[in-house]
């Protein structure tokens, strides 16, 4: 069960763990210096996790640019399993995917953020963003509806033996969850996991289509419904 009292501050964390998560670069390159220093700064994170990002660091500044683009292309790009977009692990190509992607990025339109033209609402680095600017208590919470994809994530990464692994990892420590043990399922070849079924299945949107009400953010499986009621995040 995740804890909510007295959450770190980690605004600065959570945007680097979002730039973390970027296409490699060469402005995300010569940007890892200040990033490592951010994370050292804020402490949000425990020491073994800072570690692993400080590793994960060097091995984007050690090795050869291309070599860095092509294994982040074959590693976020090629299969669901590990897709950087959440949506994809709730609604696969469901009809539901696109009222979800809209509700999302009206969340972040109430907050004063707006997506550049080609941003996905729903893609991790930009989910990340705009967490960074809500308040200690309600970021966690929000980063706490999205563990169980987080989470799927993380098993994924790590059964790829991936330095990407300890992004995860971090974001389930900022949503005071641990990670656990995810069986993954084979993947198919590319044009065939386009056509499978949802991976999960459910993403409720309650209480996002009033205006004059706050606009909570929900991720969850569908039997974890029927067994609680959500909490959501308010912008």
């Given at each position: ?173 900022l949503a005071g969850e ?58």
């Amino acid at each position: 069960m995740a804890l909510f009292n007295n959450p770190p501050k980690a605004s600065k964390s959570l945007r680097v763990l979002a730039r973390l998560l970027g296409y490699p670069d060469a402005q995300l390159r010569s940007d890892l210096a200040d990033m490592r220093g951010a994370l050292r700064e804020e402490r949000a994170l425990a020491p073994q996790r800072l570690a692993e990002l400080d590793a994960l660091i060097d091995t984007l500044s050690r090795k050869a640019p291309l070599e860095t683009e092509a294994d982040y292309v074959e590693l976020f790009d090629r299969g669901r399993a590990t897709s950087l977009h959440l949506f994809e692990h709730v609604h696969g190509d469901s009809r539901d995917r696109g009222p979800a992607m809209i509700d999302l990025a009206q969340t972040y339109g109430k907050a004063g953020m707006y997506l550049t033209e080609g941003e996905m609402p729903d893609f991790l680095p930009v989910v990340l963003e705009f967490t960074s600017t809500q308040p200690p208590r309600e970021a966690r919470e929000f980063l706490a509806e999205m563990a169980h994809i987080f989470n799927a994530i993380f098993a994924a990464l790590q059964q790829r033996a991936s330095p990407y692994a300890c992004v995860l990892g971090a974001l389930l420590e900022l949503a005071g969850e641990k990670a656990q043990p995810v069986e993954i399922a084979a993947e198919e070849p590319l044009d065939a996991i386009w056509q499978e079924p949802v991976v999960f299945d459910g993403c409720s949107s309650k209480g996002q289509a009033r205006p004059d009400q706050p606009q909570p953010i929900h991720i969850v499986p569908n039997a974890a419904r029927k067994a609680r009621p959500s909490q959501g995040a308010q912008a």
